[in-house]
């Protein structure tokens, strides 16, 4: 059997790193809480709040695991909350209501 030549050894460790490097990205996890659903009665309650209020104190809850709601990272210098049943983004430093995305059933973090 003849040895394998130096540089089809190169040729092939090449090709099998460029298909390393190529790869597709691994599937992500699956959820494994549940995402609870917003009812009727969810869905047809108002805010008591508009854009540009600022929220009190004792009524925010301010999210740490904004995947757990559906959203990705807030936009810098913002943070995403809880404010009386509804999802909103505020500037955390003043507590600045800057919109109302939708209702919450109830707290997921």
Not at 30 to 41: E, F, K, L, R, T
Not at 46 to 61: C, E, I, K, L
Not at 76 to 96: C, K, M
Request: proline share 16%.
């Amino acid at each position: 059997m003849t040895p394998l030549h130096p540089l089809a050894a190169a040729a092939v460790g090449g090709l099998l790193s460029l298909t390393a490097i190529f790869a597709p990205d691994p599937p992500e996890p699956a959820v494994d809480y549940p995402i609870p659903v917003c009812g009727p009665a969810c869905l047809a309650a108002s805010p008591t709040f508009a854009v540009g209020d600022f929220a009190p104190r004792d009524q925010v809850h301010l999210i740490t695991h904004p995947g757990r709601y559906g959203l990705s990272t807030p936009p810098f210098g913002d943070s995403y909350a809880v404010i009386g049943g509804f999802l909103v983004r505020l500037d955390p430093e003043h507590r600045r209501i800057e919109s109302v995305l939708r209702p919450v059933p109830r707290i997921l973090d």
